[in-house]
């Protein structure tokens, strides 16, 4: 079924001025544009047909009918990532057993929360929105477009690589759970041997299926061969081990982080990152050697037990060691804020500018798999852009354009003006009430 927006949903999306009523061809002029990947343009064009990036360069000509923006003074960066957060959901988690790789937040999208509007403002352009952390093994995950207005199918990003939560920790003890429910597992021990009893079980499940093709596919006399029997959950978990569903794993600690990687190594499954990871720091050289990236908060620490052992120089410190960091909101205020974010990487613990820069642009696409059409403003690439009007880790900067896919989905300057002419028209029509 179309998760269509509502007519609540289509008011505030006319009221707070994207504009999604077709595709739009767009050439952005004379910003500084930042490309990631490809080093700075002091005053360069981006010339956008299609959705798709066709040139970057300088005194670019606009084919016929196409809408020009004028950024000079201002700074055009790749769409940013926040990439892990829960928003555009209207469940979190499926808290009714264990182990739940079978259920997908895709089935419950929201396409009128209201904070991928919100998302927009900041220049955040694509969200891995996933499943929380209530189970040892949760739900399946999905990447989404900020396409405000549209339809949540629409916003989804099918080139995403599929993934699957993974969680350790207190969430699981649910040791601040008042009361506490009663469910298996009760401790971290638990929580280890849980996960790998339901992949062994699905191993197990794997072979009775190729057994079954095998004998089939030999034509072995006595007529057809009964299948097994079908188990969502089971084929889940199966993926899982084939590697076609990736890991995302939500941790905190060194010791049960590691436990996963060693999990991951036995059992032969791939974590696509590890998400908080508030002690990566301290086992960035193993994470570094595993290949195994993380998503961390920019500078949040002891906001409980598990994190106690945080500190702000987590995410540069393990950058510098050479792990593929990215920053995220967890859905908080920061989705909103995710340049300011990625700025603090400088303070706490003394990354450049382009450095800290990735953190939300190309490090989050390669951690997605969607580096090849996002992460950067590049030639072939989506034309998924935010203007700024200083550069975008400057304190004082602000968000005044985001672009996706050549479609405008946030103006600042246009909505100011449409605020601006309704208390206009607002303050007529109370003159012509009290003179009537």
């Not at 004379?30 to 990631?36: Q, S, Y």
């Not at 188990?231 to 996963?260: F, I, N, P, S, W």
Request: charged share 25%.
């Amino acid at each position: 079924m179309k998760k269509r927006i509502t007519r609540w949903g289509l008011g505030l999306a006319l009221i707070l001025g994207p504009f999604f009523a077709g595709a739009q061809d767009l050439l952005i002029r004379n910003a500084t544009v930042l490309t990631v990947t490809r080093g700075t343009l002091p005053k360069g064009d981006i010339l956008i047909l299609g959705g798709i990036i066709r040139k970057i360069g300088e005194n670019l000509e606009a084919p016929k009918g196409v809408r020009i923006v004028d950024a000079a003074g201002k700074f055009a960066v790749p769409g940013l990532f926040d990439s892990h957060t829960h928003i555009g959901l209207t469940d979190i988690n499926e808290m009714g057993e264990t182990i739940t790789p079978e259920v997908s937040v895709a089935d419950a999208l929201n396409a009128e929360d209201i904070r991928i509007f919100y998302c927009l403002t900041g220049g955040v352009t694509m969200v891995h929105t996933m499943h929380g952390s209530g189970n040892p093994i949760g739900g399946r995950n999905v990447t989404l477009k900020m396409k405000w207005g549209k339809t949540a199918e629409e916003m989804i990003v099918p080139q995403a690589l599929p993934t699957v939560k993974f969680a350790q920790g207190e969430n699981i003890k649910q040791s601040y759970f008042n009361p506490p429910t009663e469910r298996y597992p009760k401790s971290r021990m638990g929580v280890a041997a849980v996960v790998r009893r339901e992949l062994l079980k699905a191993r197990s499940y794997m072979e009775e299926w190729n057994r079954y093709r095998a004998a089939a596919g030999a034509g072995k006399p006595g007529g057809p061969l009964i299948p097994p029997r079908k188990d969502l959950r089971l084929e889940a978990l199966a993926d899982v081990l084939r590697g076609k569903l990736l890991v995302r794993c939500h941790t905190y600690r060194a010791d049960e982080t590691l436990e996963m990687v060693q999990l991951s190594r036995e059992l032969g499954f791939k974590i696509a990152c590890l998400d908080h990871a508030s002690e990566a720091f301290k086992i960035a050289k193993d994470l570094a050697a595993a290949g195994i990236g993380i998503s961390v908060f920019a500078d949040s620490w002891s906001y409980k037990l598990e994190t106690a052992e945080g500190i702000a120089y987590n995410a540069a410190a393990c950058a510098k060691k050479g792990v593929l960091v990215s920053l995220n909101s967890d859905g908080g205020p920061q989705m909103q804020y995710m340049f300011n974010e990625a700025a603090k990487t400088m303070k706490f613990g003394g990354l450049s500018g382009d450095e800290a820069l990735k953190l939300i642009t190309i490090n989050p696409a390669i951690q997605l798999g969607v580096d090849k059409i996002a992460g950067s403003l590049e030639v072939g690439k989506h034309g998924d852009v935010a203007i700024f009007d200083r550069h975008p880790l400057d304190s004082y900067t602000r968000c005044e354009m985001t672009i996706i896919e050549g479609d405008v989905y946030f103006d600042r300057d246009r909505i100011v003006k449409d605020r601006q002419e309704k208390k206009t028209a607002d303050a007529a029509k109370d003159k012509v009430g009290k003179e009537s």
